[in-house]
């Protein structure tokens, strides 16, 4: 089946554009591959006029024979389609601006030329056999009547898809859905919207644009990009089947280790809170949470980790109550007394303010023992007993249960 909304993934080349990142052609390689393989049905590889060596990178990664689209990025200019024609690609992404601002001090040039390089550029990409999408640079600060009339040539000289794109990225959802919804009502031509994250909402936008009708979005794994990045491939694969119910062809499992491939490659760290990839989304502390968790996971979870291939992940640390300890400790083959209760959580809690950071199985273990050796002793022989370097000082008011 078709997908209901086409992911075109442009790690490869509006990733790489994040300064400072710049891939090795056998890391290209393996993240074309993964990215076929988690069923991603369009990747940019690269862009054809930054010379021979990118043109030879996008020749391989094209005649790897993946089950997907590989797109070149050019510029509306012969020397950008002459450069995409030896590098083997099927399908050619014909970028121009759509603001004035951005065709009048980068091109001087104004939209009657922009029309007629559009429909020339067009057309000849066509005779070269290639599958043409035109990209619509800076569409956010462009007349809506001209966007609708870019929609109109491009469909007429046989383009298959416009990119609608918020390139300095001050859209919000609103005005998105308002942009995409003016230029899929003109018709004849297929609509994405390629949104950047400089607000921290391209996936808010993206979603926006699907249900205004855009039916391919733009994504790079982990969001790298320009600036602020762009909108992320997980977090679009996945608000899209979990919000709207809308297949895409990705297949959740494969994007942790697609995650992880891009940060090694890229130099960017994923962060531990990341949406659906971060080491830590699926982890709980608090105690509130972890206790109803314990009875039933539904209670504090909006997305199965399973359908990603991982599961739940519970943090002994400052917020965590005896639900939590009694569960970690019964895992090692440790019980927890209910006297002993109080006094260990207090050192938890002493020992992850101390060391910023979850406690440990051994240091937890080691806590424990320091917890019963206290209550086995009597008050005054505990205070004067307590070793100066154990952590098991009880702050006043950390006695108390926190569950």
């Not at 491009?154 to 300095?168: N, S």
């Not at 891009?262 to 949470?289: N, T």
């Not at 972890?290 to 002994?316: F, I, N, S």
């Not at 007993?385 to 154990?390: C, F, R, V």
Request: with cysteine.
């Amino acid at each position: 089946m078709s997908p209901a909304v086409f992911l075109n993934d442009t790690t490869l080349r509006d990733g790489e554009q994040t300064a400072g990142v710049a891939f090795t052609t056998q890391e290209k390689i393996d993240i074309a591959e993964m990215l076929a393989f988690a069923g991603v049905p369009e990747i940019e590889a690269g862009t054809p006029a930054m010379g021979e060596e990118e043109i030879e990178v996008i020749r391989v990664i094209a005649g790897l024979g993946l089950d997907l689209r590989v797109i070149a990025w050019c510029r509306m200019t012969d020397g950008d389609l002459a450069a995409a024609r030896a590098s083997g690609a099927g399908a050619v992404n014909l970028s121009i601006p759509m603001s004035d601002l951005m065709l009048s001090k980068k091109l001087g040039i104004g939209r009657d030329e922009a029309l007629s390089r559009i429909a020339r550029h067009v057309a000849m990409a066509r005779d070269a056999g290639f599958m043409v999408a035109v990209g619509g640079e800076d569409a956010s600060r462009a007349d809506p009547d001209h966007l609708a009339r870019v929609a109109e040539v491009a469909a007429e000289a046989g383009a298959f898809r416009l990119r609608l794109a918020d390139t300095v990225g001050i859209l919000d959802p609103v005005t998105t859905a308002n942009m995409v919804r003016r230029v899929v009502s003109t018709g004849g031509i297929e609509v994405e919207f390629h949104g950047h994250n400089d607000l921290g909402l391209a996936t808010a936008n993206s979603l926006a644009a699907v249900r205004a009708g855009a039916r391919h979005i733009s994504v790079t794994v982990n969001g790298i990009g320009e600036r602020a990045g762009n909108a992320p491939l997980e977090e679009l694969a996945v608000a899209l089947g979990r919000l709207d119910g809308l297949e895409t062809g990705i297949d959740w499992k494969q994007l942790p280790a697609l995650s992880a491939r891009v940060a090694a490659a890229s130099g960017r760290s994923v962060p531990q809170g990341k949406p659906i990839v971060g080491s830590d989304v699926f982890s709980h502390e608090s105690g509130i949470h972890v206790a109803a968790l314990l009875k039933a996971p539904e209670t504090y979870q909006g997305l199965d980790p399973a359908m990603l291939g991982r599961r739940h992940k519970l943090v002994v640390g400052k917020h965590s109550g005896t639900a939590a300890l009694d569960h970690a400790l019964e895992r090692i083959g440790r019980q927890l007394e209910a006297d002993v209760a109080p006094v260990l959580l207090a050192l938890v809690r002493h020992h992850a303010t101390k060391t910023k950071g979850p406690v440990s199985t051994a240091d937890l273990q080691h806590l424990l023992t320091i917890a019963e050796g206290f209550c086995d002793l009597g008050p005054q022989e505990s205070e004067a007993s307590a070793p100066e370097d154990a952590d098991c000082t009880m702050p006043a008011g950390e006695h108390q249960l926190h569950s």
